[in-house]
């Protein structure tokens, strides 16, 4: 039984979407029912992290995997506190430098088919954007949690500007007469979405943390860790 207080907070802000996670409010039911305080708790498809991020809320130990990239940096980013000066300040960084060094050079390669997604603004936005966290991540500017927190934010902005339906599973491009309506510009959402990222973050208990890895299932890296619990929601195909 889910009650009333189980409803989503703050933790919960989509900073960035994915698709077919599990329910918060269920997430945080079943670590809070079945798994005591502590504990120690792996989610083999982690996906979007709904049930990371309930164990950092509620101070059980998360381990989790999933075979997508872009999943495990996701759950990581959004189940770990970290320092929200230097994800603001980074932010800040990246979104002043980024204008500033706005040419129109493109950063991406050809076979992306960039043209086919985006405006030519919006790629030489993205462009900018992205060589300028490769350049903090090659000089170290600032700790890898922060850069991989501007990544995530950075992947859900080349979403917010894609020129294709919101809220629909397969990309399909705006029709001609959405298309003109449509004038993104992507360094805003960056900060925008930077911004989710700090609220989301900024509510999480101080120090905590989960270990994501990137594997398939039939592999798992944790071979000798115990759990006292694998929550986990996925499909199975036949
Ligand atoms: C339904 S989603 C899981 C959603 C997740 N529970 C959440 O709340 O966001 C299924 C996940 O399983 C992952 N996956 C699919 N096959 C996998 C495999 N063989 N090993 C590990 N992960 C896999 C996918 O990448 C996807 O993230």
Known sequence: MISKDLIPNIAHTQFITYVAAMVPPLAEALVTLYVPRDEVVL??????????????????????????????LISKVKSTYIDVDELLEATRVVTATSIRNLNGSISFP??????????????????SIIRVIKKCEVENTFSSDVLDALKVA???????????????????????????KFHPNAIERFKHRSKLIVERISSLPKGAHSRVEIAPVQHLPYEAKKFHSIIMFTAIRR
């Open 154 to 180: 950075f992947s859900s902005t080349v979403r917010d500007v894609m020129l294709t339906y919101r809220n629909e599973v397969r990309l399909r491009r705006l029709e001609p007469k959405d298309l003109e």
């Open 110 to 127: 050809e076979e992306y088919n960039m043209e086919y997604w985006f405006l030519p603004e919006t790629i030489a936005e993205l462009s």
């Open 43 to 72: 989610d083999p498809f982690c996906g979007g992290g709904a049930v990371l991020v309930e164990c950092s809320r509620h101070h059980r130990k998360a381990f989790g995997s999933d075979i997508n990239p872009l999943a495990a």
